[in-house]
């Protein structure tokens, strides 16, 4: 919005020029984001708890000390931080960019799939919120609307390609199989944020980082000289994904502010569909869908642990883990939660870090 303002105004007020740097647009979407959920964070913590007596419903079958010490707390946090990405991004974003509004979408629909399935176990005072089939369902559908406007939205060179990273030249061209390889990085993506959301200001932490790391591959991918030094996909129009991400990122870290240990609201569903879908989609639009595994390879170890877990009981009847996913199993082992915590950090910054070496190590 500021920046199609600044570009009527710019003749008559030089200054305003700064409004069309997306670095400088980003910045101003972190700060924005950031504090829109530290003003509005208490006020809807309170809402929420009027509205949830019980707060979230906790899994009988989950760490005993959850029970005592997590019970009560509101949930639905999620809404928070698609409320403050959202308005950030419509306040700093090109409103005329299409990919801009493709994340906001995948934002706004996973999000609201969030949002019944919390309602849901909060009506019910169970942990039990949809069926996991409907629940699919809903998310594959929004995926396929999405899935196809990406690839309407990209130069058909490259709409149905994967880069691996590492090599120069190895690029596949997937054809119409793509559409469920996109499917499944959006619909998984969702859920392995969600899977991870297990412990306090366990997930946002992954998510604020792995946003950092596109914000950077969005802007390089979007500017001619950056992708070409760097030799990937240059992609017009990309660079304004990074006001998404930086309203990712300042809306994570106020949504921490609350979330921190002991927290004093949980993101839900509403939050960690939300935020996983937009990364997924994110990662589909600057074609950089491998390094989304490896910069969430913690969202992926977590997802992989409860496949493993489910397959080897079936199978055996033995399980692998102590309790899945894998942050339970270092809690069934006795390690304290925020050392559970700071390490799976410190996991994901490693691996940003490592995501980032695959644009020039090639």
């Known amino acids: 919005m500021f920046k199609i303002l600044a570009q009527e105004l710019v003749s008559q007020y030089s200054f305003l020029n ?7 647009r980003t910045g101003a979407s972190i700060l924005t984001s950031l504090f829109l959920s530290l003003i509005f964070g208490q006020f809807l913590i309170d809402k929420l708890s009027k509205i949830q007596p ?13 029970i005592i010490a997590k019970a009560g707390t509101p949930t639905m946090g999620g809404v928070l931080i698609i409320i403050s990405v959202f308005f950030s991004s419509i306040l700093w974003g090109d409103l005329e960019n299409s990919f801009m509004w493709t994340g906001l979408l995948a934002l706004v629909t996973f999000g609201l799939i969030g949002i019944i399935d919390d309602y849901k176990k909060i009506k019910s005072n169970s942990s039990n919120g949809l069926k996991a089939i409907t629940r699919i369902i809903f998310q594959i559908i929004c995926a396929l609307i999405i899935s196809l406007i990406i690839m309407k939205i990209l130069d058909n060179k490259i709409d149905t390609t994967i880069a691996f990273p590492f090599f120069k030249n190895l690029i596949i061209n997937f054809g119409y199989f793509f559409i469920l390889i996109s499917l499944f990085i959006l619909v998984g993506s969702a859920n392995a944020v969600n899977l991870t959301d297990g412990l306090d200001g366990l997930a946002i932490v992954p ?3 792995v946003a950092m790391t596109f914000a950077f591959i969005s802007y390089v991918s979007g ?3 950056f992708s070409d030094y760097l030799l990937i996909h240059y992609i017009p129009g990309t660079g304004e994904l990074s006001v998404l991400c930086g ?8 949504f921490l502010w609350y979330n921190a240990p002991p927290a004093k609201v949980f993101m839900g569903d509403t939050g960690s569909l939300a935020l996983g879908a937009t990364l997924g989609s994110i990662a589909l639009m600057v074609k950089h869908e491998i390094v989304l595994a490896i910069a969430g390879g913690l969202f992926v170890l977590e997802t992989m642990s409860v496949v493993i877990q489910v397959i080897s009981f079936k199978l055996t009847g033995k399980r692998v883990f102590r309790m899945a996913p894998l942050h339970h199993h270092y809690e069934k082992k006795g390690w304290a939660e925020s050392t559970i915590v700071i390490r799976f950090w410190i996991i994901t910054f490693v691996l ?5 070496a695959t644009l020039k190590i090639r």
């Open 18 to 24: 700064l409004f069309n740097f997306i670095t400088f």
């Open 352 to 356: 940003a870090l490592l995501s980032l």
């Open 223 to 225: 500017n001619f000289v």
């Open 247 to 254: 309203a990712l990122i300042g809306s994570a870290l106020g």
């Open 207 to 209: 998510v604020m980082i």
């Open 54 to 66: 019980y707060g979230q419903p906790i899994r009988d079958d989950g760490p005993e000390t959850h």
